[in-house]
C-alpha cells in the first residue's frame, strides 16, 4: 500500500505557524501590560518614600508636594496606557484563540485520516491474507 500522505499538510503546517506567532504576539502583549503595571508599583514606592521623608522647611514641603501632583500625573497617565494594553492584550488572545482552533479542527482531520489509512491497509492486508489463503488450499 502506498505511504499515508495528507492532503492538507501544507495547510496545517501554515495554521500551525500562524498560531505560534498569535501565541508569540499575545505573549508579548501580556508581558507589555505586566510592564506597564510594574511601573505603577515603582511610582507607587517612590511615593511611600517620599511620604516618609521628614520636611523641615516649607520649601521642602512645597517641593514634596510639587512632587507628589507629578508622580499623581505619572500614575493616572500609566493607568491609560495599561486600559490601552488590555485592551490589546484581549485583542491577542481573541486572535491566537482562533488561530489555534483553525489549527485544532486541521489537527482532527489529519487524525480521521490516519485512522481511515489505517483502516484500509487493515482491510488490504485482510484482502492479501484471504487471497493467500485460498491459493495456498488450492494448491
Known amino acids: 500500500m502506498k505511504k499515508f500522505k495528507f492532503r492538507l499538510q501544507k495547510v496545517m503546517d501554515f495554521r500551525e ?3 505560534s506567532l498569535a501565541k508569540d504576539a499575545y505573549l508579548d502583549a501580556r508581558a507589555q501590560r505586566l510592564e506597564a503595571e510594574a511601573v505603577i ?4 514606592s517612590r511615593r ?8 523641615t522647611t516649607i520649601d521642602a514641603h512645597q517641593a514634596i508636594e510639587g512632587m507628589m501632583v ?3 500625573d505619572e500614575v493616572r497617565a500609566q493607568y ?3 486600559s490601552v494594553l488590555q ?5 491577542a488572545l481573541q ?3 482562533n488561530a489555534k482552533k483553525e489549527y485544532e479542527v486541521l489537527v482532527k482531520l489529519h487524525e480521521k485520516a490516519i485512522e481511515e489509512y489505517r483502516k484500509e491497509e487493515g482491510l488490504e492486508e485482510q484482502k ?8 495456498r488450499r488450492a494448491a
Open 17 to 19: 505557524a500562524m498560531e
Open 41 to 44: 508599583s515603582s511610582i507607587e
Open 48 to 55: 511611600l518614600e517620599m511620604l516618609r521623608e521628614p520636611c
Open 70 to 72: 507629578r508622580l499623581d
Open 80 to 82: 491609560t496606557v495599561i
Open 87 to 91: 485592551e490589546e492584550e484581549a485583542q
Open 95 to 97: 486572535h491566537w484563540q
Open 128 to 135: 492479501e491474507l484471504d487471497e493467500w489463503s485460498v491459493t
